[in-house]
């Protein structure tokens, strides 16, 4: 069984810091996919970032990078630069193998940016 | 402009009666999914499809249905067996299950039944 684990139910940055958000993941599978959604008040997910179990490096989109650490089997997602748009629900999940299709997901983050 | 759709944004119902939501994707993607997700919590995977006319059960898929009669529609049937009914709905696609990782997602269905 898969679990993500999101530690931190909120977080507040200033307006243009960067910010960390937690993500630590447990699976026996060797090959998953991580990945990070934004979920903006209106609810819809947005995609931020995917991370491959095999990749060698972090993933990087934009101002969204992955800090990807398989020992401590941890995925954090760094925001650069913060906006007041980045204020939303932040979603860790993780995929087994090569398919998408059993997406699990954290209890989530909710982030405040504060101007 | 290719999307996810669902209808509609809000949807009210009383108990016991069987409720559908509709979910439309002009994306060609063959693999849809259908989660619930309620307040302070992560989604739910309720059922997937990868292909037309083939669907499978997810995490929590007990007193929910669904059909794939067609590539671009999966609508999901909420029942009067489910307990607890009251959540917001998120419909989602991807190309397809085995090769492609980035899910797209509609702007949800929020149900309440009372």
């Known amino acids: 069984a898969q679990k993500i684990t999101q530690t931190q139910p909120g977080m507040f940055v200033q307006e243009k810091e960067a910010v960390t958000l937690d993500c630590t993941y447990d699976t026996s599978d060797p090959s998953y996919g991580l990945f990070w959604y934004k979920q903006p008040s209106s609810g819809e997910m947005i995609f931020l970032i995917y991370q491959g179990s095999y990749d060698q490096q972090n993933a990087t989109e934009g101002r969204y990078s992955l800090n990807f650490q398989k020992a401590r089997k941890s995925a954090n997602l760094v925001i650069s630069a913060s906006q007041l748009g980045d204020s939303a629900m932040y979603f860790c999940?993780?995929?087994?193998?090569?398919?998408?299709?059993?997406?699990?997901f954290g209890k989530g983050t909710k982030l405040s940016v504060i101007p | 402009d290719g999307g996810i759709t669902q209808s509609p944004k809000y949807l009210f119902r009383k108990e016991g009666q069987n409720v559908t939501l509709s979910c439309e994707q002009n994306l060609n993607h063959d693999a849809m999914y259908w989660y619930r997700q309620d307040p302070g919590q992560g989604l739910r995977l309720i059922y997937y499809s990868q292909i037309v006319n083939d669907f499978q059960k997810g995490d929590i898929a007990e007193g929910y249905s669904v059909s794939r009669e067609k590539k671009e529609s999966f609508p999901l049937t909420v029942t009067s067996a489910q307990k607890n009914p009251t959540a917001f709905y998120l419909c989602?696609?991807?190309?397809?299950?085995?090769?492609?990782?980035?899910?797209?997602f509609g702007p949800g269905t929020r149900l309440t039944v009372t």
């Open positions: 999940a993780m995929a087994p193998g090569a398919g998408s299709y059993q997406l699990t």
């Open positions: 989602a696609s991807s190309i397809d299950s085995s090769s492609s990782y980035e899910q797209y």
